[in-house]
């Protein structure tokens, strides 16, 4: 389902930052934003993050089989040799990876280009395939039931 919506958004190049919380527990973070506790549905997080609606300038949390929170605000890093082609959501992306173990997704609304950051290292020019072999990789030795739901499509 996510990988579905993030491909979704990248081709219709709608600027998205989704988060997937892992070991460190992000409830402050969560807090910033309107609570969901949702289904995870492509459906819904490319509506969450479609231009004008009220939650899509901020990131969309993801914990266990849940969106969680949406429009939340994350730390931006201070990083200042981050380069300028990247904007504030990439900013933001590395900001939450250096504050915890997090996985984020950037999909960039200028390119449609797919970004992902964790533990302070950005991948770009990811692709559905590159994006679903990692959160495989990521999530497929957790007893994490979002695993189905990350990698479903």
């Known amino acids: 389902e996510i990988v579905n919506a993030v491909a979704s958004l990248s081709r219709q190049k709608?600027?998205?930052l989704i988060v997937i919380e892992n070991g460190v527990g992000l409830a402050d973070i969560v807090e910033t934003g309107t609570m969901l506790n949702s289904e995870i549905s492509s459906e819904l997080i490319i509506n969450l993050?479609?231009?004008?609606?009220p939650l899509h300038d901020g990131a969309v949390i993801i914990k266990d089989e849940k969106i969680v929170a949406a429009g939340c605000f994350l730390p931006l890093s201070s990083n200042n040799s981050l380069s300028k082609e990247l904007g504030t959501r990439h900013r933001a992306a590395l900001g939450m990876s250096e504050k915890s173990d997090a996985f984020i997704i950037v999909v960039s609304e200028e390119t449609?280009?797919?970004t992902t950051v964790q533990n302070s290292s950005i991948s770009r020019h990811?692709?559905?395939?590159?994006l679903k072999n990692t959160?495989?990789?990521l999530?497929?030795?957790?007893?994490?039931?979002?695993?189905k739901k990350i990698t479903s499509g």
């Open 126 to 130: 990811i692709d559905s395939e590159t």
């Open 112 to 114: 449609g280009i797919i």
């Open 14 to 16: 709608i600027g998205a």
């Open 49 to 53: 993050f479609f231009p004008k609606s």
């Open 139 to 147: 999530f497929a030795d957790s007893d994490n039931t979002i695993f």
């Open 135 to 137: 959160l495989n990789k």
